[in-house]
Nanobody, 128 residues
Framework: QVQLVESGGGLVQAGEPLNVSCAASRLTGDFSLYNMGWFRQPPGKEREFVAA????????SYTDAVKGRFTISRDNAKNTIYLQMHILIPEDTAVYYC???????????????????WGQGTQVTVSS
């Protein structure tokens, strides 16, 4: 069973940056066969798409709310993806989840139904 472990969450003030990462293990096949995504669940709300990156890193997708403020990247040699959150606002407060999709098209990376594997999440809190 694929294991995803997020790290790097915490409490920051609005306008500050924060980076989170997700390490994958127990993979079926090479890490480069997985599209990877970040989702988040704000307090009292549904889980929502944040960003995704294709298997070779050549394609990325972002929700409009984070475009220009967040950057997703991956290091296939380290089986790890990253989410650089350059400018945080209080509305970014949520539990952030990493997800993996094995041998899926890059066309639907923003659809949570594409992802079979999920991490436990890491809390990001942005104070105003």
């Amino acid at each position: 069973q694929v294991q995803l472990v997020e790290s790097g969450g915490g409490l920051v003030q609005a306008g500050e940056p924060l980076n989170v990462s997700c390490a994958a293990s127990r993979l079926t096949g090479d890490f480069s066969l997985y599209n990877m995504g970040w989702f988040r669940q704000p307090p009292g709300k549904e889980r929502e798409f944040v960003a995704a990156i294709s298997r070779n890193g050549g394609s990325t997708s972002y929700t409009d709310a984070v475009k220009g403020r967040f950057t997703i990247s991956r290091d296939n040699a380290k089986n790890t993806i990253y989410l650089q959150m350059h400018i945080l606002i209080p509305e970014d407060t949520a539990v952030y989840y990493c997800a993996a999709a094995f041998l899926r098209s890059a066309q639907n990376m923003n659809d949570r139904r594409e992802y079979a594997y999920w991490g436990q999440g890491t809390q990001v809190t942005v104070s105003s």
